[in-house]
């Protein structure tokens, strides 16, 4: 009888915080790293974790200002120093964070000679400023500027689309970055050798400063682990239709109660595979 060598898994995933910084108001940095992993496992976890990082994060942005006194979005207003447009632009950069749901109204007035900033806009107490020191224009005689805001909570990148009758009554569409994830890279360390070679996981994020980087990766992992939960629910659903046909009703189980059981029987399986090759 030849016995093979198993080995019996003892590895326990650890998460760490290695670097944090704060370069500005609107900048933050986090670099974290995830071990010990098994070849490919680091690559499989940091390319969905980039994507969840990008592109599965709600952040609150303004997405439409409206002015009754402005003609076309490339025009010029006597006493204000910047375009029409590059109002627009500044305003795009605005840094919001909320609790919205869907959206909301807020607005600017302000009166020149003097320098406009985000510390200027009206809005309800559900939306706070990342930095209220941000440029929107400024009034270079005595005049006043009111603008209408339109702010949203959404995810992803949404392009504006220009229509003509939207110009009519002042209403200008912004394009909207809701993503508060600016970057994310990953990269991975090897070490070991043979079948017993590991990695190391590194994660680095970049944020607006609405979250972060440590919020915005615990919120990542959340959203990827309910896009899998469905999986988990068909399986179970499945379950319930065949054991309904034989005997009764399956208890519904929790995500944590299905993980636990999980790991219990793998530990089980393991056991029994260690006493039987002893």
């Not at 940095?29 to 592109?55: C, E, H, N, V, W």
């Not at 029409?84 to 009166?111: D, P, Q, W």
């Not at 702010?151 to 009554?169: A, C, L, T």
Request: a positive charge; charged letters at 25%; glycine letters at 6%.
């Amino acid at each position: 009888m030849v016995r093979e060598k198993v080995t019996v898994s003892t590895r326990t995933l650890q998460w760490k915080c290695v670097e944090s910084r704060v370069d500005n108001k609107r900048l933050c940095y986090g670099r974290f790293i995830l071990s010990p992993l098994i070849k490919g496992q680091a690559d499989t976890i940091g390319i969905a974790m980039r994507r969840a990082l990008l592109g599965e994060i709600e952040g609150t942005c303004i997405t439409r200002a409206k002015s009754e006194k402005i003609p076309h979005e490339y025009s010029t207003i006597v006493g204000i120093q910047e375009s029409v447009h590059e109002i627009l632009m500044n305003l795009k950069e605005i840094g919001l964070r909320s609790n919205l749901y869907g959206t909301c109204g807020a607005f600017i007035c302000a009166r020149g000679p003097g320098y406009v900033t985000a510390q200027d806009i009206i809005s309800p107490p559900s939306v706070e400023i990342v930095d209220n020191t941000q440029h929107i224009a400024r009034l270079t005689e005595p005049i006043d500027l009111c603008i209408g805001l339109q702010i949203e909570r959404n995810r992803g990148y949404r392009y504006s689309i220009k229509r003509p009758n939207n110009f009519q009554d002042g209403s200008y569409p912004i394009d909207a970055v809701f993503m508060p994830v600016r970057n994310a890279n990953h990269s991975i360390h090897s070490y070991g050798n043979g079948n017993e070679r590991q990695e190391i996981l590194f994660l680095e994020i970049w944020t607006n400063g609405s979250l972060t980087p440590k919020e915005a990766l615990h919120e990542a992992s959340r959203n990827l682990i309910d896009l899998f939960i469905p999986f988990l629910h068909g399986e179970e659903e499945t379950l319930h239709l065949e054991y309904n046909r034989h005997k009764g009703t399956l208890p519904p189980l929790t995500f944590h109660d299905r993980l636990a059981k999980l790991r219990k029987n793998k530990k089980e399986r393991e056991l029994k595979i260690f006493l039987l090759t002893n």
